[in-house]
């Protein structure tokens, strides 16, 4: 009976709540921790109360001095236990959980299977790890954002339990997020419990990435003010069985059409009130067509039958009292990096690369960096049966037309950005860095990202970089602002036009 | 005479199921199904390329790959590829084809290297 109390103090609920507390606050919540700490010794105390009213009154002062040793000998152990962290219990799946191959994490945490340990060989902590996610953007920051996947990784590898603190106030980009929730199934769940806030958990709950991690979003009460665009994935490489699949309405396909009538439902909030033109659906739809097909063709070595995933959302708010609507797009294929697939490319066009490539290599920018560059311009592609017959590689400079062309809509255009992280390679492209440029009707549209649009000179460093870790795949993330009031007026006025023709 | 070979790609799209067709590869395959290779061979026959109403994208590499070949055929001269093809499409649509012949006609030369 005495024990059988203790134990259910051990199992109370308030207890366990308040031992996770002390266990998993942040170090800035040294209050609520002591404060857990202080409730804990108040419940053992009365606790003690307790066990001593079980004994029988009487007897003689050595068995009194028994008791009070016995009562003081059970609260001294349950206090050293919640106390101690001896109680980090593994749940059975932990102790199943074995290594998991990633393609993406394994490229960012090199070195991540040979310190992969089991759980029971993992040793707890008096304080659990707490990994600061802060400017986690691949669109502001790749290279710092790769660092803190990494983080995630490392830890992964050999923590019994970490906390996740994502410190930005809004979420910057839907890139970080979508490559994190691609490589959070080859993850063992160590994560419990972090800051985030309001704006951020109503985007993750709003595009589906709260029931994919696993978290609890409490304060994603409802998603006004976000409008989303929840991760779709296409189904495994490789796993096409169907001989005529290519004559049937694709996955892509779906996808170009659900994303259009996501941009007309952002399009038609109040204070746009507007709708997508027939030109620009056609436009909308044939980027994502575009770039997924791409993300099939080329990024698994001799198939076309590659995977991706893809996610967006705009949120609104308000700022000096005025409203601003911020727009962002993930494109995510996993596999092959963009200068990988060129080791397919027909000979003239892995010549004509290698030219470019020995004119501005050099310790600031990687033969890699410089292929992807490559990448941008019209008529290159890896595909040399489409180069036999003098066709294919137009469909990244038709992203930028679109991203340019929506980033126009709004006075504030230098706020769109494109990232483009592909192996070790990244191209942050912005304004004036955004639109290929034709010589002529006919002639292809190059983006050579420098200040005279030319080969001959090498790409802006800020522009187009190294990153320090290898992303196995590409990733397509984009960022733009618009503006309601400018938007209005320039549909207005193209309206205008259109009726005076 | 000749006769007129009408080609449906609302097939492409499910009757309605997607309002788009994206991807050089689908154009290839549709290239094979729809015989575009024996129609260009009969000089009897003209090709009635009809695009539904529904429909409201394809994407460039898509037509690349269904007319690429037809294009090379007709010595990528448009006059003669117009003098056997029709296109029946809303403007749009119409525009979606120019930007894919466009892409069919581009300059791919690669400029010698330095």
């Not at chain 1, 109370?12 to 308040?18: G, I």
């Not at chain 1, 991760?231 to 694709?250: I, S, V, W």
């Not at chain 1, 990687?366 to 469909?395: F, H, N, W, Y």
Request: charged residues 30%; glycine residues 6%; hydrophobic residues 35%.
């Amino acid at each position: 009976m005495k024990t059988s109390i203790t134990q259910g103090l051990r199992n109370s609920p308030l207890l366990k709540r308040l031992r996770l507390i002390k266990e998993t606050a942040a170090p800035e919540y040294v209050d609520a921790r002591e404060r857990a700490v202080q409730i804990i010794r108040i419940m053992l105390r009365s606790e003690r109360q307790r066990l001593r009213r079980q004994f029988k009154r009487g007897g003689g002062k050595i068995t009194r001095a028994g008791q009070e040793r016995f009562v003081r000998h059970k609260s001294r152990g349950l206090l050293k236990e919640l106390l101690q962290n001896r109680g980090v219990k593994l749940k059975k799946s932990h102790m199943l959980s074995t290594y998991k191959k990633s393609l993406l994490l394994d490229g960012i945490d090199p070195g991540r299977k040979e310190r992969w340990r089991g759980h029971v060989k993992r040793l707890g902590r008096k304080t659990p790890i707490s990994l600061q996610l802060k400017n986690f953007s691949f669109v502001d920051n790749p290279q710092g954002t790769l660092d803190q996947l990494q983080a995630i990784s490392e830890a992964d590898c050999t923590e019994l339990i970490a906390r996740l603190d994502f410190q930005d106030d809004h979420c910057l980009d839907a890139g970080a997020y979508l490559v994190l929730a691609e490589s959070w199934h080859s993850m063992s769940k160590i994560f419990v419990g972090g800051a985030m806030k309001s704006p951020i958990q109503k985007v993750m709950s709003a595009i589906g990435l709260g029931k994919e991690l696993g978290l609890s979003l409490l304060a994603a009460t409802d998603h006004e003010d976000v409008w989303a665009f929840p991760l779709q994935r296409r189904r495994k490489a490789g796993t096409t069985a169907d001989a005529n699949a290519l004559l049937k309405p694709q996955n892509r396909e779906k996808v170009a059409d659900q994303f259009c009538d996501l941009v007309d439902k952002w399009l038609d909030h109040p204070d746009i009130n507007q709708e997508l033109t027939p030109d620009g659906r056609l436009f909308i739809k044939g980027v994502v067509g575009e770039l997924l097909c791409n993300a099939e063709r080329h990024s698994q070595k001799d198939s076309i039958d590659g995977d991706w995933s893809v996610t967006g959302f705009m949120t609104r708010r308000i700022a000096e009292s005025k409203a601003q609507l911020y727009c962002h797009m993930a494109f995510l294929s996993v596999g092959r990096s963009i200068a990988e697939s060129f080791d397919d490319a027909a000979d003239d066009v892995k010549a004509w690369i290698m030219g470019y490539v020995s004119k501005h290599q050099s310790h600031n920018v990687s033969k890699e960096t410089l292929m992807t560059v490559c990448a941008l311009q019209d008529r290159v592609t890896c595909d040399p049966s489409a180069s036999s017959i003098r066709s294919g590689g137009t469909g990244l400079q038709e992203v930028l037309e679109f991203v340019s062309d929506l980033a126009e809509t709004s006075n504030l255009e230098n706020d769109a950005r494109l990232v483009i992280v592909s192996g070790k390679s990244c191209i942050l492209l912005k304004p004036p860095y955004l639109r290929g440029v034709a010589q002529s009707e006919n002639d292809p549209r190059e983006q050579w990202c420098n200040s005279q649009n030319t080969s001959d000179l090498p790409p802006d460093p800020s522009v187009v970089f190294d990153l320090s870790k290898h992303f196995a795949g590409t990733l397509v993330s984009v960022a733009f602002e618009l503006d309601p009031g400018y938007l209005k007026a320039s549909l207005e006025s193209e309206n205008d036009k259109h009726e005076e023709n | 005479m000749t006769n007129t070979k009408r080609i449906d790609l609302g097939v492409l799209a499910g009757n309605g199921a997607v309002r788009n067709i994206s991807g050089r590869p689908r154009g290839l395959s549709a290239r094979i199904d729809f015989g575009l290779d024996e129609l260009d061979a009969d000089t009897e026959v003209d090709v009635e390329i009809v695009i539904p109403e529904y429909m409201d994208s394809i994407t460039p590499s898509f037509f690349q790959g269904l007319l690429e070949a037809s294009m090379r055929r007709f010595d990528m001269d448009r006059d003669k590829f117009d003098h056997r093809y029709r296109l029946v499409a809303s403007e749009p649509m119409q525009r979606a084809f120019e930007r894919g012949m466009r892409a069919i006609l581009v300059h791919r030369d690669f400029p010698q290297v330095a």
